[in-house]
């Protein structure tokens, strides 16, 4: 079991910064992905962003160029840097660690923290 613990989220005004954290309590396996989803309200989960433990990034397109995820392999963390937000990035953030053995894939999930960006 892997329990995951974020933090950093909060309100801000559109242009404004934010950093999330993730800590994980522990890897269950060497290579695995961590990363960050949002939902907001009436909408389906989506990927912003995801790194691997060989810090291979993905992104959304909507947050190229202005969110930058990064991880500490040794604390077992992965952070989200949000600059330049928009109110349309409000939603609630999950932090994710999957890994896969074989054909199987293994997913945890935070708690969530909510993110709003006003006008």
């Known amino acids: 079991q892997v329990h995951l613990v974020e933090s950093g989220g909060g309100l801000v005004q559109a242009g404004g910064s934010l950093r999330l954290s993730c800590a994980a309590s522990?890897?269950?396996?060497?290579?695995?992905?961590m990363g960050w989803y949002r939902q907001a309200p009436g909408k389906q989960r989506e990927l912003v962003a995801s790194?691997?433990?060989?810090?291979?990034?993905n992104y959304a397109d909507s947050v190229k160029g202005r969110f930058t995820i990064s991880r500490d392999n040794a604390e077992n963390t992965v952070y989200l840097q949000m600059n330049s937000l928009k109110p349309e990035d409000t939603a609630v953030y999950y932090c994710?660690?999957?890994?896969?053995?074989?054909?199987?894939?293994?997913?945890?999930w935070g708690q969530g923290t909510q993110v709003t960006v006003y006008s």
């Open positions: 994710n660690y999957k890994y896969r053995i074989l054909l199987s894939e293994y997913d945890y």
């Open positions: 522990r890897s269950i396996f060497s290579t695995n992905t």
């Open positions: 790194i691997t433990s060989g810090s291979t990034t």
